[in-house]
Structures are given as C-alpha cells and as structure tokens.
C-alpha cells in the first residue's frame, strides 16, 4: 500500500500520518528509532493496521510480556496472510481513571471486519490493554537508561470475544462488502467483489 492511502484503520487520516509511524521502524544515524501509540485506541487502530499491511513482527512486538510467550510471528503472520481486513469499527473505550488519567489497564471494545474463504467475517472483542516498561533497546536512544525505564508503552493482553462470527458468503459477481462499511480502507467504486477485495 501506498504511504498516502487512506489508513487501514479507517480513521479517514493518510496511513502515512496515521498508523505507518507506528509500524515502521525509522533509521536515523544507524539507530533504530520508533513512535509508539499514546493511547489503547491508538495502539487498537495501529495492530488492525498491521494485520492489514501483514507485520506480524509489529503484532507481535504489541503484546504485553505476559502474552507474548503464548504467541508466535509465524502463526500471526499465517492468520493475517489467510484474511483480507476490510474494516474496523470501535464501539466503546474505557479508559479507567478519567480523573487522575493514571490508569494503568484500560479497554477497546471494536469490531474487526475480514473476509476469508470468500467469507465475510466480524470478530467484536472487549480488548485489554496495559502500560508497562519496555526493553531498552526497543525505545529512542536519547536520555539517560534512569529514564527510559521511566518510558510506558501501551500492549495489548487478552480480550474478551463478544461476537465471532460469519456474516455472509459472496458470490464472485455479487458488489464487493467493503462497499458498505464507511471505515473500510480501500476505495469504493461499487466494484464487483471479483474486481476488488475478491483478488
């Protein structure tokens, strides 16, 4: 995908000022440099985003520790590549302590739109998300060590699944699904599904 298309996230931003900073790993002066989500929501958008453009390494990277011996990339790369996400939709945020904003878990309810075996499937999920310290070497190079272990970084743990569940079944002439979801990533021409996401 090009880097000024239309986000997959459906946040109608370009994927460039959207979810790719994120994503992408940026070499400056031979050092690995990287933007890292600010909020669960940004850090929801950012992995949907990802299984789209298939990184499973940045899926798997997002994880909390906790998580992450669970998880493999090769499988997650085998769940992206076996799906075309069309579309993502969040429902609810809960974002803990509003107040004091020192919450430390918080959760994104969504809904993930894919299609698979000529299927068209949504996956809703309560999503949890925690702040936790990060490897060293997987921070901005500037400060002291004192203060990158100081550095919070959003991951995702677990999610409750809500709904998980085919939709329809498209037949190859029939008007492609993405046409209807408003947050879908690709552009809508009222292409049959054979011409579009069907490819």
Known sequence: MLINNK???????????????????KVNQDKIQQTFPKTPEQLMR?????????????????????????????EINDWSKACVWIALQIHSKNNGDTKKNESTEQFV??????????????????????LEKPALD???????????????QWRYIDGDIIEHCELTKIKRKELCPCNHYPTAWSVKKGKKFKQCCGK
């Open 7 to 25: 986000c997959f996230c459906g946040s109608n931003k370009d994927f460039s000022s959207c979810c790719q900073p994120f994503i992408a790993h």
């Open 46 to 74: 950012s992995r949907f985003s990802a299984y789209a453009a298939g990184n499973s390494q940045y899926i798997y990277d997002t994880y909390a520790k906790s998580s992450q011996a669970s998880q493999s990339v090769a």
């Open 109 to 130: 309810e969504f809904s993930a739109f894919y299609i698979t075996e000529d299927t068209l499937c949504e996956l809703r999920e309560n999503s949890r998300f925690v």
């Open 138 to 152: 997987s921070i901005p190079s500037e400060g002291n060590t004192e203060d990158k272990m100081q550095r919070l």
